[in-house]
């Protein structure tokens, strides 16, 4: 075969090669969101995560599991939200614990910073705490994570009682990043209103509250 049949062969293959597609896989904000989903699971009084963090969390019986939520809060963050609560007869919301698994998108360089009046040890993790009066959270935002988990609730036919109720909030930040957090929320009828003014008197005993009908372990 003479040269310039090899060059003609060889040009032919090059052109062939550079027109033909080959697919591409990218990790998709989905795909981010269905791994985070499959490291969690709830049996009975339990629900287990595999990662960030690996925690096991078990609740009193009096608790019901109403399932779980995930979102993009704010465009920025992937959130994981799991509902247990104890109610009356009438679906009103007596105590309830709401778990937060929540990790910054890699779109972002951001990092969770509180400010830290007071740190609990839980099950071996240690938690930035905080308690609020729910009268007093601040206009309501549907796209908030408090939005989203009062409107979950409502999804599922039950009410709270806001101007009575009390909250606990616990944050354990995870990694030397700190761009993903597990946060527990407590909260409680007191059956009477609730101010931020009551909130010192209150605090240590809605802490231990918490604590009591929860066991965390590693």
Request: aromatic content about 8%.
């Amino acid at each position: 075969m003479n040269t310039a049949r090899v060059f003609q062969l060889l040009t032919a293959i090059v052109v062939t090669l550079s027109a033909t597609s080959y697919p591409v896989v990218v990790a998709s904000q989905e795909n981010t969101e269905s791994a985070a989903a499959a490291a969690r699971s709830v049996t009975g009084q339990v629900l287990t995560s595999t990662a960030l963090p690996t925690v096991r969390l078990e609740f009193d019986e009096q608790f019901k599991y109403l399932g779980q939520q995930s979102f993009v809060l704010y465009g920025v963050a992937h959130a994981e939200q799991h509902v247990f609560v104890d109610a009356d007869a009438e679906r009103r919301i007596k105590r309830l614990y709401w778990i937060q698994f929540e990790g910054y998108l890699p779109s972002n360089s951001h990092s969770y910073q509180y400010k830290i009046n007071k740190e609990v040890n839980l099950g071996g993790l240690s938690f930035i705490a905080d308690t609020f009066a729910r009268s007093s959270a601040g206009e309501d935002r549907p796209d908030s994570d408090l939005g989203k988990a009062e409107a979950f609730l409502e999804s599922k036919g039950y009410r709270i009682e806001r101007n009575s109720l009390v909250l606990q909030r616990l944050v354990h930040l995870i990694g030397a990043a700190r761009r993903d957090e597990l946060m527990i929320i407590y909260a409680e009828d007191l059956g009477e209103p609730v101010t931020a003014a009551d909130l010192n008197a209150l605090a240590d005993g809605v802490v231990e509250r918490a604590a009591r009908n929860m066991t965390i372990s590693r």
